[in-house]
Nanobody, 123 residues
Framework: QVQLVESGGGLVQPGGSLRLSCAASGSIFSINAMGWYRQAPGKQRELVASISRGGNPNYVDSVKGRFTISRDNAKNAVYLQMNSLKPEDTAVYYC?????????????????WGQGTQVTVSS
């Protein structure tokens, strides 16, 4: 079964940095787009950053110039470097990947989600 395991969250002061990592494992045939979402208390989940199979990134306006998304296709991994963090960045961050995988000799295409990692920006 395909799963995404993410890490790198924690508590950091405003202006600090964190790097989130997410790696996919299982019977993966291919991965297309990958991305990072976040959800803060009382707010709707939002797409923070995404990256195409070829490495083309997109960002929500609020993180442009501060966050950098990257991927390593050989490792089925995606990363989010977060600099100049603000209290407004506090949220649970979820990795997402558009995966084609094999189960019971059948090919499936689906969005797979990580378990979430807490990022807290506070003094």
């Amino acid at each position: 079964q395909v799963q995404l395991v993410e890490s790198g969250g924690g508590l950091v002061q405003p202006g600090g940095s964190l790097r989130l990592s997410c790696a996919a494992s299982g019977s993966i045939f291919s991965i297309n787009a990958m991305g990072w979402y976040r959800q803060a208390p009382g707010k709707q989940r939002e797409l923070v950053a995404s990256i195409s199979r070829g490495g083309n990134p997109n960002y929500v306006d609020s993180v442009k110039g501060r966050f950098t998304i990257s991927r390593d296709n050989a490792k089925n991994a995606v990363y989010l470097q977060m600099n100049s963090l603000k209290p407004e960045d506090t949220a649970v961050y979820y990795c997402n990947a558009a995966v084609t995988y094999i189960r019971g000799a059948v090919y499936y295409a689906d969005d797979i989600w990580g378990q979430g990692t807490q990022v807290t920006v506070s003094s």
